[in-house]
């Protein structure tokens, strides 16, 4: 006997009160069953759109659900419920995955190219709250996924049986919710903006998905023809960087420093101060520099896909390319440098374990977290400052005697998320091994900001790396030194608020005059702060513009 049989046979069946509790218990389970089903139809898969009100919607797909049950023969129902709560069960976790990469990359879950990705997650749940709290964070979402999709195919069933126990109230109710679907549609009702009334989104969300699949399928094929043009490969190393021959140059990243950090009215007037200070101060040392925006490849996270798209000249958003492209023999800036005679080098702080990619990059050296010989405390995700970071760079490197023009690449790490904890700047000369920084960094496990503190606290990561590297110049900058830093991506949405561009800044200092010279047709703004009219150009176009304006 069904819950909805002891729910029919009225308050004898097995008691009063026995009765009547089941009675509450069954249609608890339907009213649970129900709004399950409704969720997983309805739920936006976009984090911005997350809203009471955008819960307020008649699912187009529900509708047809109860009509199909209806008409389906009797044999064939239970099977069919069932079939479709599992795939129902399928979708909501797929709307899971896109929420959560909108929250954090912009952008939705890729069925093909992004499964490699959930390693860097794990591994940086395991960095940030260690490595039981990421065992936990994987089995919890197998149990998760499983759950999800079980219960979706119960519930499916139960919702099934009601609709066939009232056909005649089902078929009604269909065919009035139809009706107003269909003026809704008509319309164009929405409670939210960008959220109709009149919802198809789980229909919409699978054939999404699966055009996003074949496009991914062919991918592979589409990188294949952008990789096989490059019009560097077979250029001399005489006639590569002349314009910055015997020069060094550093190259640096700064983690999720993006347009937002110079351009959003909760970041701007601070941020913006440090960069307007750091131009007058750079000015002031003898330095000159200008400023243009690139729009990255990623946002959110995924820097290494960024630096390979700067790196190569070729549009890396995803892990299928960039481990085609390391596997490849596509010129990067550094093999370039190197070919023309400088000493490349990598300064990697994140890295703390074998990273064979470091050989596809033409390394003569890389610096990662096991050989920076750093001995001070842990800041986060970060496990080191960027102060440190620089000053190794100077002194086992820059500051030897007899030796070739270097270039350096370094990723600078302290305003990665989750900005727990920000380093101090301290005398240069007292940076040592590290130590000094004893009593400011918070360790790996560090709790995340609460509330609008996580945004003062990501502000001051950047306006922390940006002294940094104004203070550097100052210190140890000369007639020889370049110094191009620029933002990865952006931050999360989280930060930047829902809308933002995946526009990051990027800068050249130097204190020769001809190297700016150089990139006068670039139509660059003077000093550290790029104009909000400056051009903006896509990442993958820089290598190019850079080896044709220093070329020989």
Same mark, same amino acid.
């Given at each position: 006997?069904?819950?909805?049989?002891?729910?029919?046979?009225?308050?004898?069946?097995?008691? +009063?009160?026995?009765?009547?509790?089941?009675?509450?218990?069954?249609?608890?389970?339907?009213?649970?069953?129900?709004?399950?089903?409704?969720?997983?139809?309805?739920?936006?898969?976009?984090?911005?759109?997350?809203?009471?009100?955008?819960?307020?919607?008649?699912?187009?797909?529900?509708?047809?659900?109860?009509?199909?049950?209806?008409?389906?023969?009797?044999?064939?129902?239970?099977?069919?419920?069932?079939?479709?709560?599992?795939?129902?069960?399928?979708?909501?976790?797929?709307?899971?995955?896109?929420?959560?990469?909108?929250?954090?990359?912009?952008?939705?879950?890729?069925?093909?190219?992004?499964?490699?990705?959930?390693?860097?997650?794990?591994?940086?749940?395991?960095?940030?709250?260690?490595?039981?709290?990421?065992?936990?964070?994987?089995?919890?979402?197998?149990?998760?996924?499983?759950?999800?999709?079980?219960?979706?195919?119960?519930? +499916?069933?139960?919702?099934?049986?009601?609709?066939?126990?009232?056909?005649?109230? +089902?078929?009604?109710?269909?065919?009035?919710?139809?009706?107003?679907?269909?003026?809704?549609?008509?319309? =164009?009702?929405?409670?939210?903006?960008?959220?109709?009334?009149?919802?198809?989104?789980?229909?919409?969300?699978?054939?999404?998905?699966?055009?996003?699949?074949?496009?991914?399928?062919?991918?592979?094929?589409?990188?294949?023809?952008?990789?096989?043009?490059?019009?560097?490969?077979?250029?001399?190393?005489?006639?590569?960087?002349?314009?910055?021959?015997?020069?060094?140059?550093?190259?640096?990243?700064?983690?999720?420093?993006?347009?937002?950090?110079?351009?959003?009215?909760?970041?701007?007037?601070?941020?913006?101060?440090?960069?307007?200070?750091?131009?007058?101060?750079?000015?002031?040392?003898?330095?000159?520099?200008?400023?243009?925006?690139?729009?990255?490849?990623?946002? =959110?996270?995924?820097?290494?896909? @960024?630096?390979?798209?700067?790196?190569?000249?070729?549009?890396?958003?995803?892990?299928?390319?960039?481990?085609?492209?390391?596997?490849?023999?596509?010129?990067?800036?550094?093999?370039?440098?190197?070919?023309?005679?400088?000493?490349?080098?990598?300064?990697?702080?994140?890295?703390?374990?074998?990273?064979?990619?470091?050989?596809?990059?033409?390394?003569?050296?890389?610096?990662?977290?096991?050989?920076?010989?750093?001995?001070?405390?842990?800041?986060?995700?970060?496990?080191?400052?960027?102060?440190?970071?620089?000053?190794?760079?100077?002194?086992?490197?820059?500051?030897?005697?007899?030796?070739?023009?270097?270039? @350096?690449?370094? +990723?600078?790490?302290?305003?990665?998320?989750?900005?727990?904890?920000?380093?101090?700047?301290?005398?240069?000369?007292?940076?040592?091994?590290?130590?000094?920084?004893?009593?400011?960094?918070?360790?790996?496990?560090?709790?995340?900001?609460?509330?609008?503190?996580?945004?003062?606290?990501?502000?001051?990561?950047?306006?922390?790396?940006?002294?940094?590297?104004?203070?550097?110049?100052?210190?140890?900058?000369?007639?020889?030194?370049?110094?191009?830093?620029?933002?990865?991506?952006?931050?999360?949405?989280?930060?930047?608020?829902?809308?933002?561009?995946?526009?990051?800044?990027?800068?050249?200092?130097?204190?020769?005059?001809?190297?700016?010279?150089?990139?006068?047709?670039?139509?660059?703004?003077?000093?550290?702060?790029?104009?909000?009219?400056?051009?903006?150009?896509?990442?993958?176009?820089?290598?190019?513009?850079?080896?044709?304006?220093?070329? =020989?």
């Amino acid at each position: 006997m069904t819950d909805e049989d002891v729910e029919a046979a009225g308050p004898d069946a097995g008691g +009063a009160g026995t009765g009547r509790r089941r009675r509450i218990a069954a249609r608890a389970a339907t009213g649970a069953a129900f709004l399950l089903v409704l969720a997983a139809l309805i739920t936006p898969d976009e984090f911005a759109l997350l809203s009471p009100a955008a819960f307020v919607r008649i699912p187009v797909e529900g509708v047809l659900g109860v009509a199909l049950i209806l008409v389906v023969p009797a044999k064939a129902r239970r099977y069919a419920a069932g079939t479709a709560g599992a795939v129902l069960g399928l979708v909501l976790v797929l709307k899971a995955m896109d929420i959560g990469f909108d929250a954090v990359l912009v952008r939705p879950f890729d069925l093909v190219l992004d499964w490699p990705l959930l390693r860097p997650a794990v591994e940086f749940v395991d960095e940030s709250a260690g490595r039981a709290g990421a065992i936990a964070a994987v089995v919890l979402t197998v149990l998760l996924t499983a759950g999800v999709i079980a219960l979706m195919s119960l519930s +499916a069933l139960r919702l099934c049986r009601v609709v066939v126990r009232h056909d005649r109230t +089902a078929a009604r109710t269909a065919a009035v919710l139809g009706t107003i679907w269909v003026v809704c549609a008509v319309l =164009g009702a929405q409670l939210v903006h960008g959220v109709p009334v009149a919802s198809r989104s789980a229909a919409v969300l699978a054939y999404d998905h699966a055009r996003a699949v074949r496009a991914s399928l062919n991918d592979r094929e589409e990188f294949a023809k952008a990789a096989a043009v490059d019009r560097f490969r077979d250029t001399p190393g005489d006639r590569l960087l002349a314009g910055l021959r015997g020069k060094d140059v550093v190259l640096a990243f700064v983690e999720s420093y993006g347009r937002s950090a110079v351009e959003n009215p909760q970041f701007a007037p601070q941020v913006g101060a440090v960069l307007d200070r750091g131009s007058q101060r750079l000015r002031e040392a003898g330095f000159a520099s200008r400023s243009g925006w690139l729009t990255s490849s990623t946002a =959110g996270g995924g820097s290494w896909l @960024a630096h390979a798209t700067l790196l190569s000249g070729l549009w890396i958003d995803n892990q299928q390319r960039y481990r085609t492209l390391v596997n490849s023999d596509r010129l990067t800036l550094n093999t370039a440098f190197r070919r023309a005679d400088s000493r490349t080098v990598a300064l990697m702080p994140a890295i703390t374990r074998a990273w064979p990619e470091g050989t596809f990059y033409g390394y003569d050296k890389v610096y990662d977290e096991r050989n920076l010989g750093y001995r001070g405390p842990r800041f986060s995700f970060a496990t080191m400052p960027d102060q440190y970071t620089l000053s190794t760079l100077q002194h086992a490197e820059l500051a030897r005697k007899d030796r070739s023009p270097v270039m @350096a690449e370094t +990723a600078l790490v302290s305003s990665h998320a989750p900005w727990a904890s920000v380093p101090r700047l301290v005398p240069w000369d007292e940076v040592g091994d590290g130590s000094i920084f004893t009593g400011m960094g918070k360790g790996y496990d560090a709790p995340w900001p609460a509330g609008g503190r996580i945004r003062t606290e990501y502000r001051r990561s950047i306006e922390y790396t940006l002294n940094t590297l104004v203070s550097y110049m100052e210190t140890y900058g000369n007639d020889r030194t370049v110094l191009v830093f620029l933002g990865d991506h952006q931050p999360a949405p989280l930060i930047t608020g829902p809308g933002a561009s995946r526009d990051v800044p990027v800068t050249i200092v130097a204190k020769d005059e001809a190297v700016l010279g150089k990139i006068s047709e670039w139509n660059w703004q003077d000093g550290l702060r790029p104009g909000r009219n400056t051009p903006v150009w896509p990442m993958s176009a820089f290598r190019d513009r850079f080896l044709t304006a220093f070329g =020989g």
